[in-house]
């Protein structure tokens, strides 16, 4: 089985702090995802990469910034954290050639103070 | 740009019913893939069923299946004998193919009542 995992499920930060959220996942799938889910709103895409080092901004990527040095691991960075990036954060992989299908860690719910 | 719609915030049904959630989308491809995940409370997002575009069949799953449409371009999911453990939010999802990035709706709660 796919394992994808997020290094906190819950997190509580000040306003202005750099936050990061950490993503792994066991399958050397070689494209990761990080998206925000809010109410009424589905998931947006963040950010995305599709290789070590490369990354492609998804709809909403500002407040935020990437970091993948490893193949199996997809860091969310928030710069300065800010009370509207209060959400539930989830990351997910895929394997090219797979259909397209994505695999979900269990998310991350991050309270911005 | 793809766009999903969901028109079903909330829905309810009776255990052992069958209940059907909505999906349209709008899109300009030809070749894709349409998804139905499912979200359960405090838990994981996994992965229901997933359509090809190309294939005319519709995907079933056990007791889940899909009316796919393409010229009404609609895929709504059928959840038949439903069971308590089917209490979920269900998001429709679509993705063209040869690009990775999936494009959701804004999910359905579904609740299934004792």
């Known amino acids: 089985d796919v394992k994808v995992t997020q290094s906190s499920r819950y997190l509580v930060k000040r306003t202005g702090e750099k936050v990061f959220l950490e993503c792994v996942q066991d399958?050397?799938?070689?494209?990761m995802f990080w998206y925000r889910q809010d109410p009424g709103l589905g998931l947006r895409l963040i950010y995305f990469?599709?290789?070590?080092?490369?990354?492609e901004k998804g709809d909403i990527p500002e407040g935020y910034s990437v970091s993948r040095e490893k193949k199996e691991r997809f860091s969310l960075i928030l710069e300065s954290a800010s009370t509207n990036q209060t959400s539930m954060y989830l990351c997910?992989?895929?394997?090219?050639?797979?259909?397209?299908?994505?695999?979900f860690g269990p998310g991350t719910r991050l309270t911005v103070l | 740009a793809q766009t999903v719609t969901q028109s079903q915030p909330e829905m309810s049904v009776q255990e052992a019913e069958t209940v059907t959630l909505s999906c349209t989308y709008d899109t300009s491809e030809n070749n894709y893939y349409l998804f139905w995940y499912k979200q359960p409370p405090s838990r994981q997002m996994i992965l229901v069923i997933r359509?090809?575009?190309?294939?005319?069949q519709n995907a079933t799953e056990n007791r889940f299946s899909v009316n796919f449409q393409k010229a009404a371009k609609s895929f709504s999911l059928k959840i038949s004998d439903s069971q308590l453990g089917d209490t979920a939010m269900y998001f429709c999802?679509?993705?063209?193919?040869?690009?990775?990035?999936?494009?959701f709706g804004t999910g359905t709660r579904l609740t299934i009542i004792p």
């Open positions: 359509q090809e575009a190309y294939k005319q």
């Open positions: 999802a679509f993705s063209a193919f040869g690009n990775e990035k999936l494009t």
């Open positions: 997910a992989s895929s394997w090219t050639l797979n259909l397209n299908t994505q695999y």
């Open positions: 990469s599709y290789d070590v080092k490369m990354k």
């Open positions: 399958m050397d799938h070689e494209n």
